[in-house]
């Protein structure tokens, strides 16, 4: 059994203060920093990239958790890895090639992950388990902050670590979208460990209530 990991998306603080904001959001306890990354093609939506990656590196100790809602990952991790992340995340339904994409990251040393979208079964990725840190579901449509919750997605994080265990793997199971004290409980027992929550940690004028009031309500 794993701690609960708590990783706050950046997609929801002021960006006019991002420095600022993500540090106070490590002084509250949040322990990564979950970057999203849009390309207006992948997702309906652009957000931020590799300079902001960049920028953030030395601003914060919390590990950076990028999450590459993006056509073509793997024309852009050699620039998102040089920027400083630490966990790379990509879609299994990218245009790039699963594994060729994880040795590109983990040759680096640093820790790979593949992320689901809602209507992605858990079997696509069953036979990369092996070979990943971390697979994210998508507990939400990509590409917005602050949408509901899609409790349909519980069996799919239940297959998830279902499988790691019979395959013996130390698997994370992350989830992304919706996640709040209400939420973080039912994605918890189905099986995941690390939480990102945007809107849920960064509307709230108290960060460390908020990752304490989440951390709590996962824990129970
Ligand atoms: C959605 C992003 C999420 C988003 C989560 O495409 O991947 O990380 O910021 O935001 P909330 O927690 O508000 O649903
Ligand atoms: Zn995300």
Redo the contacts with the bound molecule.
């Keep these: 059994d794993f701690p609960i990991l708590i990783a706050p ?1 950046i ?2 603080c002021d960006f006019a203060a991002m420095g600022e904001d993500c540090r106070a959001m490590e002084r509250a306890g949040a322990d990564w920093l ?1 970057v ?1 990354v ?1 390309d207006g093609h992948f ?1 309906p939506n652009i957000s931020i990239g590799v300079p902001v990656v960049k920028s953030l590196r030395p601003a914060v100790k919390l590990p950076l958790d990028v ?1 590459l ?1 993006i056509s073509k990952p793997l024309d852009y991790l050699g620039a998102f890895l040089d920027a400083g992340a630490d966990l790379i995340t990509f879609h299994i339904e990218s245009e790039s090639e699963p594994a060729l994409a994880i040795a590109t990251i983990r040759k680096r040393g640093k820790r790979a992950g593949l992320v689901l979208k809602p209507a992605t079964p858990a079997e696509r990725v069953f036979p990369f388990l092996p070979l990943i840190d971390v697979v994210m579901v ?1 507990t ?1 449509e ?6 509901k919750f899609m409790p349909g997605m519980l069996p799919k994080i239940e297959a998830l670590r279902e499988e790691a265990q019979r395959q013996g793997l130390p698997l994370h199971i992350e989830v ?4 709040d004290p209400a939420t973080a409980p039912l994605a918890v027992r189905a099986g995941a460990d690390v939480l ?5 940690l960064f509307s709230k004028p108290d960060y460390a209530g908020a990752v304490r009031d989440l951390r709590a309500a996962a824990e129970a």
């Design positions: 998306s997609l929801s979950h999203d849009m997702v999450h809602m998508m939400v990509p590409g917005f902050g602050g949408q992304d979208g919706g996640i990102v929550a945007g809107s849920a």
